[in-house]
């Protein structure tokens, strides 16, 4: 399948994967991180934009999704891309991990969720999953 190469160890590699996060240092370590490692990696600052992104590029593998932002809400974001891109793996990012916030976000849909303050080690991880 095209964009879902492997390699020597076996992990996935050159996925196509959203970053929606308010927080401009947030999307930065995501985008230095996950391009180190050969992913392309698109990034929006707002929900609206991360729809819009979805809207056009339809292709994301992954989208990383915060759960609180100003204007839409991580999970309307999840809840309208599943929509758009059914097939497409959403993971929350919430400085807010609660028991509570992880069930909700599974039970929309969410694949996973990764709490704030990670580690570059934690967001691959989850990624190469």
Known sequence: M????????????????LVVDDEAGIR???NRVLRSQGHQVMLAENGEQGLEILRQQPDVDLVLVD???????????????????????????????TIEAAVEATKRGAY?????????????RLVNR
């Open 112 to 124: 996973d969720f990764i709490a704030k303050p990670f580690t570059p080690d934690d967001l691959l």
């Open 28 to 30: 930065r370590g995501c």
């Open 2 to 17: 095209p964009g879902n190469h492997t390699n020597k160890q076996g992990q996935a590699e050159s996925h196509k994967i």
């Open 67 to 97: 759960l609180r932002m100003p204007g839409i809400s991580g999970f309307e974001v999840l809840q309208q891309g599943k929509e758009i891109v059914p097939e497409t793996v959403f993971v929350m990012i919430t400085a807010y991990a």
